[in-house]
């Protein structure tokens, strides 16, 4: 079983800034890819910036220039640096990956959320 744990997220004033961390744990033997969704009030879940199976950065178009992602990959950590923070980044943000882990005696690929964190921009 792997775990995702998030941390960070909250209140803050429109142009202020958050920074989310997001930490795989558990019987992983590769992550293929991990990266961040939101949801807000009455929408469906978006991505909003991930590392990709082919290692590279893939960005929601409303968050380009303002948020970043990076990672630790010996910590299967990802982060999301969120900048110029607006009221419409409102939403749950969860933390995604797929990753190979190890069931017993094989591999299995699965995908897995974490539980979610509430960013609010609000003055």
């Known amino acids: 079983q792997v775990q995702l744990v998030e941390s960070g997220g909250g209140l803050v004033q429109p142009g202020g800034s958050l920074r989310l961390s997001c930490a795989a744990s558990g019987t992983i033997i590769t992550i293929y890819a991990m990266g961040w969704y939101r949801q807000a009030p009455g929408k469906q879940r978006e991505l909003v910036a991930t590392?990709?199976?082919?290692?590279?950065?893939n960005y929601a178009d409303s968050v380009k220039g303002r948020f970043t992602i990076s990672r630790d990959n010996a910590k299967n950590t990802v982060f999301l640096q969120m900048n110029s923070l607006k009221p419409e980044d409102t939403a749950v943000y969860y933390c995604?990956?797929?990753?190979?882990?190890?069931?017993?005696?094989?591999?299995?690929?699965?995908?897995?959320w974490s539980q979610g964190t509430q960013v609010t921009v609000s003055s």
């Open positions: 995604n990956a797929d990753v190979l882990e190890l069931k017993s005696t094989y591999g299995s690929r699965n995908t897995y």
């Open positions: 590392f990709t199976s082919s290692d590279t950065t």
